[in-house]
């Protein structure tokens, strides 16, 4: 009895290692995950910051050069004492409109990642393989005769037998 007990303790340890193994890659991924999304969410907003600064220095310049093209048109009008030319001009430039700048928020697509179990994964991948029509008909047909001779295999008796130790599982009818 003491053989058989090191032994189990000993096999369990070793599922436990490989847990906890598992869940540091696991977690190993997540974190890698988060960091390439905050880096690429970060470019973007670097990238929109240089895009408003070159728009802020290009409505600068146009600011600028339409106020000396103004001083000098008021200039111009003061010294012929045209003050109807020179209201107007005011109005005028009162009236500008400047580009301004606004945000837009736009959807974009972010690939989320999650944990799941291998069976989970097994599953999901059937599944996506019947999703295609021709291999669908395919699949329910060849479930049908399964199911006539009794030899059907459905997803759920799948997740409760990869939840079943494996002595379990291959007691268990396919």
Do not use: C
């Amino acid at each position: 009895m003491k053989k058989a007990e090191s032994e189990i303790r000993s096999l369990f340890e070793r599922y436990n290692d490989t847990l906890v193994r598992q869940k540091k890659d696991v977690s190993d991924k997540l974190t890698k995950w988060s960091s390439e999304l905050v880096h690429l969410i970060e470019t973007h907003v670097n990238t929109q910051r240089k895009l408003l600064e070159q728009h802020f220095d290009m409505q600068k310049r146009f600011l600028d050069a339409e106020r000396k093209k103004l001083i000098q048109q008021v200039a111009a009008q003061e010294k012929k004492k045209d003050n109807e030319q020179i209201d107007r001009l005011l109005a005028e430039y009162k009236a500008l409109q400047l580009n301004l700048p606004k945000t837009e928020q736009y959807e974009n697509p972010i690939p989320y990642i999650r944990v799941i179990t291998e069976a989970q994964l097994a599953l999901r991948k059937t599944d996506e393989k019947n999703a295609h029509p021709i291999e669908e008909s395919q699949s329910q047909n060849r479930s049908t005769e399964d199911n006539v001779n009794g030899t059907g295999n459905t997803a759920s008796a799948s997740r409760r037998s990869s939840l079943r130790p494996p002595s379990a599982r291959a007691r268990s009818p396919k």
